[in-house]
């Protein structure tokens, strides 16, 4: 029997984000850890990173695209926390030596105009709590080694969140089809993939009622103000020093990051 309690993975997973160390997949050794019981390790890790100061700013989908989920072997989408320690402003440089082994990918993001909570939020009605869709990048960097983890395991990880950006340019979300907007992912200029926002969950908004409707199974609203990254639109990409990555999006405007 293993003595993992909700304490110690979060302790395990603090450790190694400080230490900047990846690991095994603590579902490997926990083989009891469950869903909901990941759930609670991820709320217990928000809670001491909010008793250290960090202020919740938003919440994140996860695996909501095909791209991802294949990549990731795991084709069940999940939530996890958003807070302003990771914000990167945009045109900044991911410090890469403050990091484990870094991804990068493009996301289409919601800042919302009023508090959404479910059960019983459709595409519409959450379409109509957003005040503006923004282009977005999130730099996600697994606490498990070689990003290779159970359900389980990223859900109690965070959701692999380390740093994210979001675009200055905000629209109205009635300004445009969120489903055909295009996404061009370059890097140093050269275009490596290409997504539509069609690509999460068939459109990002099915993805904002979907968070919605689970973070509020687990009584959670989406508050108004809040971010919502809605899952990267394609495959993410291992980031390099000095390589730009691009994302240029048809009406969201264009972000560029580099790192050092
Ligand atoms: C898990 C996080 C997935 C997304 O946008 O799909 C995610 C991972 O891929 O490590 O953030
Ligand atoms: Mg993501």
Redesign the pocket.
């Known amino acids: 029997m293993s003595d993992w309690t909700i304490d110690r993975a979060v302790d395990e997973l603090l450790s190694r984000e400080a230490g900047r160390r990846a690991g095994d997949r603590i579902s490997d050794d926990w083989k009891s850890l469950d869903l909901p019981t990941a759930y609670q390790v991820q709320d217990a890790l928000v809670r001491r990173k909010v008793d250290s100061g960090e202020k919740i700013v938003g919440v994140?989908?996860?695996?909501?695209?095909r791209a991802?989920?294949q990549?990731?072997g795991?084709d069940s989408?999940?939530t996890?926390w958003l807070t302003d320690a990771m914000v990167l402003p945009e045109g900044a440089s991911v410090p890469l030596h403050e990091l484990i082994h870094p991804?990068v990918?493009p996301?289409i993001a919601f800042v919302m105009g009023e508090r959404l909570c479910g059960p019983g939020v459709t595409a519409a009605t959450a379409l109509a709590a957003v005040r503006s869709v923004h282009a977005g990048f999130?730099v996600?960097d697994?606490r498990f080694a070689d990003?290779s983890?159970a359900l389980a395991d990223?859900v109690a990880?965070n959701?692999?969140?380390s740093r994210f950006v979001i675009g200055g340019l905000g629209l109205p979300p009635q300004a445009l089809d969120l489903a055909l907007e295009t996404c061009d992912l370059g890097a140093d200029g050269e275009i490596i993939d290409s997504a539509t926002g069609a690509a999460v969950q068939g459109h990002p908004a099915e993805a904002l009622a979907l968070a919605a409707n689970s973070l509020g199974a687990r009584g959670i609203a989406i508050e108004e103000g809040w971010l919502v990254?809605?899952?990267?639109l394609t495959d993410?990409v291992p980031m390099v020093p000095g390589q730009e990555i691009s994302a240029e999006f048809t009406h969201l405007g264009t972000l560029r990051l580099t790192s050092v």
């Open positions: 994140k989908l996860g695996l909501t695209s991802k989920q990549r990731m795991i989408p999940l996890a991804r990918e996301e999130e996600i697994s990003f983890f990223v990880d959701a692999s969140s990254l809605s899952g990267g993410a």
